[in-house]
């Protein structure tokens, strides 16, 4: 079995670096020892904390950029709560790259609005890195950022130089304010209502909270954006992330195989709701 | 006698459907083979779908909760007739002294029961029921057989208790070696409704997910223990178990430690609530 | 045709029991089970249904997929023991035919899964016909029949003083060799086929009936226990924890375990935070049919139910699958 590769057997990662992101939230920087791999934006990867479990999480960097794995994770569940309890050095599991990605490549000559919610906003941005990284190969980048509240912003260290990238604006809001924020404050939705980006010659990424990428779909729709220009990551749980365990299916779609980025023209004929 | 209660329960659901007294009759029914199954009327047109037999094993108050739960009860929803035997409506007592059930969501068509059939004749616990009607009930059909009631004399349990704890650990692990975690004894069983049940707990991990006898073995231990005080003795975990696992055994140990303990039988007086969920400043016994 | 008598199949079952791990329908408590088997007198090979198919052998009930130690700063991991050749003898036609849709999902769909690839190509399947169909089968109406040979490596049709035999497969020629057969001019009799043929609906009718108010009057006797998954050929949906089992200071034994799962648990899809976007028993056993019906035809071309009629003889509900099939033709009503 050993000359056989067995997809359910992780690599050994150290980790490298831990850092708070948000309030429950920390980005892992992972160093895979000996073996690596090549990923692109929407993939994701299982990162196990033996003894406890592993569980499926968008991968937060960009390949061209670092050669350490970064993983955005939430503090809600035994995998994630055992993870937070690590410190660097500690020895990890991971195996990916899984799912599918952003089909960034046929987006190139785009205007691409990116729309993150709370943590979602991880796997979005090696999806800016790379139109950053190649900004002459897309339009214009409009990124409207969103959360709860202003200690649950994400990657707030970057905000700077995707604002100050040429052609590219960044919108931020959150559902309720408090000093010291003096930003937007409201709905990701509202937020949209007001920024309004045109469906020409466009394409938008969503990535949050079920509910939210529900209601942004509406929104952009109301803007007049075609099904096949609004791209979402879904998330499902999962036990194995290669369509084995059967858990993560929709209808015969199965997030963790055929996505976990969707056009909403498939996500459209979905059976069941996503929500 | 059979027929009556069938002819009873019939006219007593065509009268509550019709007249808009409950939305639904939760009773039995004859799948096109001939198997007994719950079944959930909701149209007096569909009444003649009832049918009520010595074979009706199954406890339908598992369905009450998911009907007439506090939290999901508000003035618009019906309330749900239930065909109950005896024990079921012992059932329905824990499950009302534990809140799980509003008394007045339920309209309970009591079934004055001769007892189930087990292929050998009447089965032994049923023999030893002596409860022919239901200590509360809406309505009644049938009316109270004449049986001679089987003393209470915990033989089946006697069988066990003799055995060392090398020939029982033996015997269990012998029984419990063909289960497999399937879970339909816990689901059959009324006085199970935990959201998540300790053995699918992630954090802690109780038991490990391995389908073996020590995992096994925990579970059903662990479930007769949370069942103490609380067990009516329907078997239905028996008849719900596909590897026929005598799992009413377990039940019936804890249940007699409760009767010597306590005095007190699951389920016999609406009055009076499980001891082991019920907390007094003045217990009786010394600590 | 070969033959064999019922004294030379013993002494060969008897002969492989030491160079393989012999399984078989065996008696346990008065339940029919297939379980690993030391001498031929512990196999029963009468025309009975077992309890759950021989799936366990293919994909174990449970299995270690890891073993992870740690020691001090240091983390190893290994995986488990090489498995022992199998082979496994009184399998079905419905059972055998199950592993198509289990080599499917597991298999031909990339990423094999190397367990279950081991088990498979370590694994000679012998057939035992059925004479006809038992109380709840329904093969026939899936492309099955009692006695199809297709999935199996040799295959026996029961007579009156022993058995006809046919070898399929070259796994299955290898097996023989040294078994003392006969050659028989008399006829094997065909299985009894005869018997009502339940419709199946093909994918896209389904996706018309998805929100059937039918689902939710099934349901409401469905208690969202795991039988009738388990039991089955085809239900193939795990479980993956890990298991501490030893620690002390600076060391940590740990196994990642899989073990079967079923999408009927109420549970299944809930995430920690706790979303669950199937809340309902409807939508769980509504779930389930379309994965065979529906879901598996889109995905591998093929319906993933062989007709063994094992969920109906557990389902502590009598919840029919036959009774569903042909209860769809007949759409009730919308919700």
Not at chain 3, 112 to 125: F, H, I, P, V
Request: hydrophobic share 40%.
């Amino acid at each position: 079995m050993n000359e056989r590769s067995n997809p359910m057997r992780p690599l050994l990662g150290t980790l490298a670096g831990v850092k708070d992101l948000a309030d429950d939230v920390k980005l892992f920087q992972i160093e895979l020892n000996g073996q690596s791999f090549d990923y692109r934006p929407g993939q994701f990867a299982f990162v196990s904390a033996f003894g406890v479990g592993e569980a499926p999480f968008g991968l937060a960097s960009t390949s061209g950029r670092t050669s350490q794995l970064e993983f955005a994770v939430n503090r809600i569940g035994t995998v994630t709560a055992a993870l937070h309890s690590l410190e660097p050095g500690a020895i990890v599991g991971v195996r990916g790259p899984l799912g599918n990605s952003f089909p960034l490549d046929e987006m190139r000559g785009k205007n691409i609005v990116v729309l993150g919610g709370g943590i979602g906003g991880a796997p979005l941005r090696p999806v800016i890195h790379t139109i950053l990284d190649r900004r002459t190969e897309y339009g214009k980048l409009t990124i409207l950022w969103a959360a709860r509240k202003p200690s649950l912003l994400v990657f707030t260290d970057e905000y700077d130089a995707w604002r100050s990238a040429p052609d590219t604006e960044l919108h931020l809001t959150v559902d309720e304010g408090s000093p010291p924020w003096t930003g937007n404050v409201g709905l990701i939705t509202q937020l949209l209502e007001q920024v309004a980006p045109s469906p020409e010659n466009a394409a938008a990424i969503i990535c949050g909270p079920p509910i939210m990428i529900k209601f942004v779909l509406l929104g952009l729709k109301k803007l007049g954006f075609a099904d096949e220009q609004m791209i979402m990551t879904l998330e499902a749980k999962m036990k194995c992330g290669i369509g084995k365990c059967g858990r993560c299916n929709m209808g015969e779609i199965f997030v963790c195989l055929h996505g976990p980025v969707f056009s909403y023209t498939q996500v459209s004929r979905f059976l069941e709701s996503f929500v | 006698m059979s027929d009556d209660i069938e002819e009873g329960i019939r006219v007593r659901a065509r009268e509550l459907l019709s007249l808009g007294e409950v939305g639904c009759v939760v009773g039995y029914e004859r799948s096109p083979k001939g198997r007994i199954r719950p079944a959930f009327v909701y149209d007096a047109g569909d009444v003649h779908r009832l049918v009520w037999d010595q074979t009706c094993h199954h406890n339908l108050m598992v369905y009450l909760r998911e009907r007439v739960a506090p939290s999901r009860t508000n003035e618009a929803a019906p309330r749900t007739a239930v065909v109950a035997r005896p024990c079921d409506v012992r059932a329905l007592n824990v499950l009302i002294h534990e809140g799980q059930v509003i008394r007045e969501q339920v309209f309970v068509i009591g079934v004055a029961c001769p007892g189930m059939l087990d292929g050998e004749g009447v089965a032994e616990h049923c023999q030893r029921c002596k409860e022919r009607t239901p200590v509360f009930y809406d309505a009644l059909v049938g009316r109270a057989p004449k049986v001679d009631v089987l003393d209470e004399t915990w033989a089946d349990v006697a069988g066990l208790e003799a055995m060392s704890p090398a020939e029982r650990l033996a015997f269990w692990t012998r029984e419990f070696d063909r289960c497999i975690r399937c879970y339909a004894c816990r689901q059959a069983c009324p006085g199970c409704y935990c959201f998540e049940c300790l053995v699918e707990q992630v954090d802690p991990s109780w038991v490990s997910i391995a389908h073996k006898v020590p995992e096994k073995a925990f579970f059903h231990v662990m479930r007769a223990y949370h069942l103490a005080g609380r067990c009516v003795e329907c078997h239905a975990c028996d008849q719900a178990c596909p590897m026929h696992i005598p799992l009413s055994l377990l039940n019936r140990k804890i249940a007699k430690e409760v009767k010597a303990l306590f005095g007190y039988v699951a389920g016999g007086d609406p009055e009076i609530p499980p001891p082991l969920a019920t907390f007094r400043k003045d217990e009786e016994l010394p600590l | 045709m070969k033959a064999i008598t019922r004294e030379a199949l013993t002494t060969w079952l008897d002969g492989l029991t030491g160079r393989y791990t012999l399984i078989a329908p065996r008696l346990v408590e008065g339940e029919l089970l297939y379980r690993s088997v030391t001498a031929s007198a512990e196999i029963v090979l009468e025309f009975r249904r077992t309890v759950l198919s021989p799936k366990t052998f293919f994909l174990p009930d449970t299995q270690v997929v890891l073993e992870v130690e740690k020691r001090g700063t240091e983390t190893t991991l290994a995986e488990p023991e090489v498995v022992k050749e199998q082979v496994i003898i009184g399998v079905r036609p419905c059972d055998a035919r199950g592993l198509r849709a289990l080599d499917a999902l597991l298999l031909d769909r990339p990423p094999a899964d190397a367990y279950y690839a081991e088990r498979r190509e370590k694994t000679t399947l012998i057939g035992l016909a059925c004479p006809r169909l038992w109380e709840d089968c329904f093969c026939t109406s899936l492309g099955g029949a009692p006695d199809d040979a297709s999935d199996v490596d040799l295959m026996f049709y029961e007579g009156r003083t022993g058995y006809w035999l046919s070898v399929v497969t070259e796994k299955g020629a290898a097996l023989v060799e040294g078994l003392r057969t006969e050659e028989t001019e008399q006829a094997l009799p065909a299985s009894d086929i005869s018997g009502e043929r339940v419709p199946v609906l093909a994918p896209d009718g389904w996706s018309a009936l998805f929100d059937d108010a039918y689902w939710q009057r099934l349901a409401d006797r469905c208690l969202s226990c795991h039988a009738c998954t388990y039991v089955c050929p085809t239900c193939r949906c795990f479980d993956v924890r890990d298991d501490t089992t030893a620690a002390g200071p600076g060391y940590a034994h740990i196994q990642r375990l899989r073990a079967w799962d079923s999408c009927m648990a109420a549970a299944y899809r809930r995430i920690a935070g706790g979303h669950n976007p199937r809340p309902s028993k409807a939508q769980r056993l509504r779930n389930r049919y379309y994965c065979k019906f529906c879901y598996s035809p889109i995905d591998f071309g093929a319906v993933a139910c062989v007709g063994c009629g094992r969920c109906i003889a557990v389902c502590p509900v009598a919840i029919d699958i036959t009774e569903m099939l042909a209860d769809i033709q007949y759409p009730i009503s919308s919700t």
